[in-house]
């Protein structure tokens, strides 16, 4: 049997991992939350809360991949033999397979457009660019084919392995999304009149932080991250026992804070200075930043240059996604990868299908009110990321043997190690009556 897969490195995996929770909710949500939420002091409360409750529930996924060396499922049962505690990890993959397959939807409309933008079609005087986002989500053919090649791009990196895919991928992408973003930023800072919309973005404004905005922050501070899933346990399986966990753990919280960051520092200084609204969700990529990159010089450039952004951000977060099913199914026996990445992605492929056609031929199919791409998205977002995310500190706080987590913090500083009792009884006490608060929130039960 082929021996099981590994990061070659350390940054490997701190770039692969933050990749998979860099999505696109964070460069095309949360700016604006921040924006109209308390600028910088919703900033504060959210960089607070990602370091006391996203942190120590990263850490914990972290923990239980790496002391086991197993994917998810396995990991747990190895932990905790003869319980139900391995659902968990049936869960996380379960979220996983219904998430990707209504992200690579989004996926393929950014290549779609992104086509377009290489092609230098799609920036033109007078387009009314709300019109032409509707045709594109409209067109069956078009919607079903990008998603298809979405999805081809996911299966053939994640079926060449940790190193030779995963890794190597995220090496090239990760950097290049930042490198992109550093190029988006500057030109968005030299446009005149960009300072109020620097303000707009960062000033702090407490009267604007209100209970249902401090309960997102909440929220975010844990979904951020790829956390809930089981992802994470994954990833960490083929971390060297030799690298800390902690310092790890920093690492991709503060690559997840940097990208959301930088993500409002390169849209509002240019909204601003050109006199638009801002805006959320897809809105903002296929209909606002298109208008108005075409009123900025060589916005052609620029637009390209933000679509591929936005894909690198989709791709390595789709990764993750199905590698979790690829690895939970392959037994740690690599020659059973490539066949199983296709198998799981012409899976996710064919249950996204009703997610592509929602916007059009399927439009009138509705559950609870909601479009098939909508209520994919809230069984995701609202009830099995949150009930993963419960399950996970619970299982760290309560079933995970001590000796297991004395041994994973063995290697790093004296303080690290003594915080342990403190760490316990914050996953046990603390993160958990804060996540149902935000579980019980976001389905209305206990309105903020």
């Known amino acids: 049997m082929k021996s099981r897969d590994q990061w070659t490195s350390k940054i490997g995996f701190i770039l692969a991992s933050a990749g998979s929770a860099i999505g696109l909710g964070a460069i095309w949500k949360f700016p604006n939350v921040v924006a109209t939420s308390g600028g910088g002091a919703f900033f504060l409360v959210f960089l607070l809360f990602t370091l006391g409750i996203g942190l120590p529930l990263l850490l914990a996924e972290f923990v239980i991949g790496r002391s086991t060396g197993k994917e998810a499922i396995s990991a747990y049962r190895d932990i905790a033999p003869g319980s139900k505690w391995h659902w968990t990890g049936y869960l996380g993959m379960g979220t996983c397979f219904l998430l990707l397959s209504y992200y690579s939807v989004v996926g393929g409309w950014i290549l779609l457009y992104l086509a377009r933008g290489i092609a230098g079609g799609l920036l033109q005087a007078g387009q009314n660019y709300d019109t032409l986002f509707g045709q594109t989500v409209s067109n069956p053919w078009s919607s079903v084919t990008a998603q298809f090649a979405f999805m081809l791009i996911t299966i053939i990196v994640v079926g060449q392995g940790i190193k030779g895919g995963i890794e190597r991928a995220s090496r090239i992408l990760m950097p290049g999304l930042f490198i992109l973003f550093l190029v988006l930023i500057a030109r968005s800072l030299t446009l005149p009149g960009m300072t109020e919309g620097l303000l707009y973005f960062l000033q702090p404004d407490f009267g604007k932080l209100t209970g249902k905005a401090v309960l997102y922050a909440l929220g975010q501070s844990f979904f951020c991250l790829s956390v809930g899933v089981s992802v994470m346990v994954t990833y960490s399986s083929y971390l060297n026992k030799k690298e800390s966990l902690v310092k790890s753990s920093f690492s991709v919280v503060g690559l997840n804070v940097l990208t ?137 706080g309560y079933r995970l043997p001590k000796e297991r987590l004395h041994a994973e913090f063995a290697s790093e500083t004296a303080g690290w190690r003594k915080g342990l009792a403190l760490y316990v009884l914050l996953l046990r006490y603390v993160i958990p009556v804060i996540i149902v608060i935000v579980f019980l929130n976001v389905l209305n039960i206990l309105p903020i």
Do not use: C
């Open 260 to 396: 959301s960051f930088m993500a409002g520092l390169a849209i509002f200084p240019a909204l601003f200075a050109l006199g638009m609204k801002p805006q959320e969700g897809p809105g903002l990529l296929f209909s606002t930043l298109p208008a108005l990159f075409e009123q900025m010089p060589y916005g052609s450039i620029f637009i390209t240059l933000f679509l591929a952004l936005f894909l690198f951000a989709a791709l390595t977060s789709a990764f993750s996604m199905l590698e979790i099913l690829v690895s939970g199914f392959s037994g740690g026996e690599e020659q059973k990868r490539k066949r199983l990445s296709w198998l799981f992605g012409a899976l996710i492929f064919m249950a996204g299908i009703p997610s592509a056609l929602s916007f059009g031929v399927w439009s009138d199919v509705r559950i609870m009110g909601l479009s098939l791409f909508d209520a994919a998205d809230f069984a995701v977002t609202n009830v099995l990321m949150p009930i993963g995310v419960l399950l996970i500190a619970l299982f760290v």
